[in-house]
């Protein structure tokens, strides 16, 4: 079932739509909320909330790039819980310190408008990196996988995993710095 046809069934509120959801991106989903989330009881309650933001988003949401959207979802809802109840794997903060010093402080009162600047510009830095640094940086600072995950995923040694995400992130700062943001 193609993306576009899976909208129409939520825009249609047909009941097949939940169940086409969860089958045809269940696993996609369940491995970004299980990244995020230390508990699999935690992971199955994210989902179930995900699919009813779908429900209730479209209509009159009609997104473009569906499984980034709904990727986005996910992430969100299941960072969201991981702060509620404090059950997050180690690996999330991990990575949050890391990438803390690319960005400015979280203290500094930004308006939306800056945020969302801040954020064309990080999307701006990561489509100008090679695939594979691109791959490398989402891996880690997006979906949270632990260093090594990331490194047996893209074919790597761990030690150039991290030599390539540390330059990766010194490239980001000074690129936000010669952008105005730190």
């Known amino acids: 079932m193609t993306d576009?046809?899976?909208?129409?069934?939520?825009?249609?509120?047909?009941?097949?739509?939940?169940?086409?959801?969860?089958?045809?991106?269940?696993p996609y989903c369940r491995t970004i909320a299980a990244q995020l989330l230390a508990d699999s009881r935690d992971v199955d309650e994210c989902l179930n909330d995900c699919w009813l933001a779908v429900w209730r988003a479209i209509p009159p949401?009609?997104?473009?790039?569906?499984?980034?959207?709904?990727a986005a979802i996910v992430r969100n809802r299941a960072l969201a819980m991981g702060r509620e109840n404090s059950r997050r794997p180690p690996t999330v903060d991990e990575a949050a310190l890391e990438l803390a010093s690319c960005l400015p402080p979280g203290n500094d009162p930004m308006g939306e408008?800056?945020?969302?600047?801040?954020?064309?510009?990080?999307d701006r830095f990561l489509r100008a990196?090679?695939?594979?640094?691109?791959?490398?940086?989402?891996r880690r600072y997006w979906y949270a996988?632990?260093?090594?995950?990331?490194?047996?995923r893209l074919g790597w040694s761990v030690s150039k995993t991290k030599s390539v995400l540390f330059r990766t992130r010194?490239?980001?700062?000074?690129?936000?710095?010669?952008e105005g943001f730190l």
């Open 129 to 138: 990196q090679p695939r594979d640094i691109r791959a490398a940086f989402l």
């Open 61 to 70: 949401a009609r997104p473009e790039y569906f499984k980034g959207w709904l």
């Open 4 to 26: 576009q046809e899976l909208i129409e069934l939520f825009s249609a509120r047909s009941e097949e739509a939940v169940p086409a959801l969860a089958a045809q991106y269940g």
């Open 113 to 122: 408008a800056e945020y969302r600047a801040l954020a064309e510009a990080v």
């Open 145 to 152: 996988d632990p260093v090594e995950d990331a490194a047996r």
């Open 170 to 178: 010194n490239k980001l700062r000074a690129q936000l710095q010669k």
